[in-house]
């Protein structure tokens, strides 16, 4: 069973960067594909990006392309989201998930989530 927590959340300036972890127990870690979600208030839970358990690949959406970058560290069992040039909009809660593909059906585990609040 995989259980992941969040971290690095916070409030940045706009046009700042932060990094969010993951970091996950579970002796096939390396199986799944992780993926990042976010959710503002009022809105549905929307895909951000996934990197694959097994070739690596990465896929993001296209919101957010150019500016975040998504790795995973199987050693340390750790998933991250390096985000840049921040903006407002980015202003959502970001959940953590572990299963295949990339929408949320397809999620078997999922962390409790961190706030990311980027000010104008």
């Known amino acids: 069973q995989v259980q992941l927590v969040e971290s690095g959340g916070g409030l940045v300036q706009a046009g700042g960067s932060l990094r969010l972890s993951c970091a996950a127990s579970g002796r096939t870690f390396s199986t799944y594909t992780m993926d990042w979600f976010r959710q503002a208030p009022g809105k549905e839970r929307d895909f951000v990006a996934a990197?694959?358990?097994?070739?690596?690949?990465?896929y993001y959406a296209d919101s957010v392309k150019g500016r975040f970058t998504i790795s995973r560290d199987n050693a340390k069992n750790t998933v991250y989201l390096q985000m840049n040039s921040l903006k407002p909009e980015d202003t959502a809660i970001y959940y953590c998930?572990?299963?295949?593909?990339?929408?949320?059906?397809?999620?078997?585990?999922w962390g409790q989530g961190t706030q990311v609040t980027v000010s104008s």
């Open positions: 998930a572990a299963g295949w593909g990339q929408t949320v059906r397809g999620m078997i585990f």
């Open positions: 990197i694959s358990g097994s070739v690596g690949s990465t």
